[in-house]
């Protein structure tokens, strides 16, 4: 199952950490196996169960999007901070931590493998889970049972309604800020009022 999930999920590779690589790619494969799915199922899962389920866009293809959508912000803010204050990489303050980012946006939404479900003519519903539990706490858990660091698992709880209120690191601010960008972009393309 690792190769098929980094065959689907090849920014996997993005990670630097090879012992967080494993971390992420463990929580992939608890979640899928207590969702009953397969790695192939991620692009038969609709990336929101409402109004705009059925959409053409699939639980794979979001993730994928905002984690593309996240590697150039992660660049550019860490670089143009750099240059601004005239620090190097490795002491500036104003940064954004690669792994920390790039995992965080990976595993953003593994909850809602858990959320949602398929029905047998391939619609996607909220599953008995999902009516007590939101993805970002079943993702959060499932992280946290796979040794996913708390500064990862603290993206994935709070990167939806759950964390308003609180505090989110700036890898999480960044990660709930592009993946509202691409909810929303697409929700008003599909002029849908949620």
């Known amino acids: 199952m690792r190769e098929k999930l980094i065959e689907f999920l090849p920014e996997i590779k993005w990670i630097f950490d090879k012992k967080l690589q494993d971390a992420v790619i463990a929580t992939y494969q ?3 196996q207590i969702a009953g799915l397969e790695v192939e199922d991620m692009k038969k899962v609709a990336f929101v169960w409402d109004n705009i389920s059925n959409a053409t866009f699939s639980y794979l293809d979001h993730v994928r999007v905002v984690t593309k959508m996240c590697k150039p912000i992660l660049a550019e803010y860490n670089v143009s901070y750099a240059e601004k204050i005239g620090y190097s990489l490795d002491k500036l303050k104003y940064s954004l931590d690669h792994d920390t980012l790039i995992a965080g946006v990976i595993l953003h939404d593994v909850g809602k493998l858990l959320e949602y479900e398929l029905t047998p003519d391939g619609r996607t519903v909220e599953s008995s889970l999902g009516k007590y539990l939101r ?4 993702g959060a858990a499932v992280a946290f049972k796979n040794g996913v660091p708390a500064n990862i698992i603290h993206i994935i709880a709070t990167h939806s309604r759950e964390g308003n209120g609180g505090y989110r690191s700036p890898e999480a601010i960044a990660v709930i800020k592009i993946d509202n ?5 697409i929700k008003s393309h599909s002029n849908i009022f949620l």
């Open 181 to 185: 960008m691409n909810f929303e972009t």
């Open 135 to 138: 993805h970002p706490i079943s």
């Open 30 to 32: 608890e979640t899928l």
